[in-house]
């Protein structure tokens, strides 16, 4: 038997850790024992109930998961190997990997880097991996420290905390939003260069303001992209990963064909192999490990419920890091 956390919806919605046999096993070619996994803001969004993230039912819950090969029938996976997992549905669609073992597709996961540990691998986790693939959309589209400021939004949460330390690390000059003016020496300590009130951004504005920005890392969304948007300066690239403020964009088209702005979508759950081993060889590269231990805790599987309840509420910054086993 293994612990996993489950979500059940029959009458009512029930969130616990259980006991599961060998036969609850979802379908996959490589068994893996997992060590670590993270608790992320979609995690959050169906353990609290409030998203409808969960498309099949009873659900594990876990898009993360690191640790090491069981058993496998891939060619490309043999038992020992370590391993990281993000994405692909699981958790929504597939049961994810807040659990002891797991079946999983060995298609879809990428070798664990060798300076890497699994818990360093899931401190990154989706929301790491996210910055990473927000910094080298920036860079692929002539974003160099040079051109000028990039602006992190959602500066304090995970996907923010390592876009800021990467981009400090590769040396730009960060400016960084955020709803807690408490973080301030947190923000400061990895690497922002700035660090400004998040109401600057997330009141409606004018559709075209000052230049500012060169390149934008955004977690956010609605008026905050919209803002972020509008203080533009030309030629700059806007990398899109997230609506902690909203899915709505209440802006026009004149940052673009007057600036010559570009908005990027991120999209890190379908992302091809390729793009996320290249992701993970830079982040073991330009990540200083000693700010991500820095930004990150860890915690048992049975305090996850209530860490989602946090999360969900703003009251988390940085990693949360979830020991399965």
């Given amino acids: ?115 890497l540990s699994t818990l360093q691998a899931m401190a990154i986790g989706t929301a790491g991996y996210t910055a990473m693939l927000c910094v080298l959309a920036l860079e692929k589209h002539g974003i160099r420290p040079q051109k000028g400021e990039v602006l992190v939004t959602g500066a304090s949460g995970g996907v923010g905390s390592i876009a800021i330390a990467l981009l400090s690390h590769l040396g730009y000059s960060v400016t960084a939003s955020t709803g807690k003016g408490s973080e301030s020496d947190y923000l400061i300590a990895l690497g922002a260069n700035e660090v400004i009130d998040r109401v600057a951004l997330s009141e409606p504005g004018k559709p075209f303001q000052k230049e500012r920005w060169a390149g934008v890392v955004d977690a956010v969304g609605s008026h905050t992209l919209a803002n972020a948007l509008a203080q533009c300066a030309y030629g700059a690239v806007v990398a899109s990963c997230g609506l902690a403020q909203g899915m709505d964009l209440p802006t026009t088209v004149m940052p673009f064909i007057l600036r010559g702005v ?64």
């Fill in 1 to 115: 038997m293994y612990k996993a956390l489950v979500l059940r919806k029959d009458e009512e919605f029930k969130v616990a850790v259980e006991s599961l046999e060998d036969t609850d096993l979802p379908e996959g070619d490589v068994e893996v024992g997992v060590e670590y996994s993270t608790l992320n803001y979609k995690d959050a969004l169906a353990i609290t109930n409030t998203s409808p993230v969960v498309r099949k039912w009873p659900m594990v819950c876990g898009i993360d998961g690191s640790g090491v090969v069981l058993r496998s029938t891939h060619p490309d996976w043999k038992v020992g190997d370590r391993f990281i997992h993000n994405g692909w549905g699981y958790g929504e669609t597939r049961w994810g990997l807040m659990a002891e073992r797991s079946k999983v597709q060995g298609q879809g996961l990428v070798k664990l880097p060798s300076n």
């Fill in 262 to 325: 570009s908005l990027l979508g991120i999209d890190s759950v379908m992302a091809p192999l390729a793009i996320r081993q290249e992701a993970w060889s830079r982040l073991a590269k330009d990540l200083d490990l000693q700010k991500l231990a820095h930004m990150t805790q860890v915690i048992a599987l049975q305090d996850v419920v209530a860490q989602a309840h946090a999360l969900r509420s703003g009251q988390v910054k940085g990693r949360l890091v979830v020991k399965v086993s």
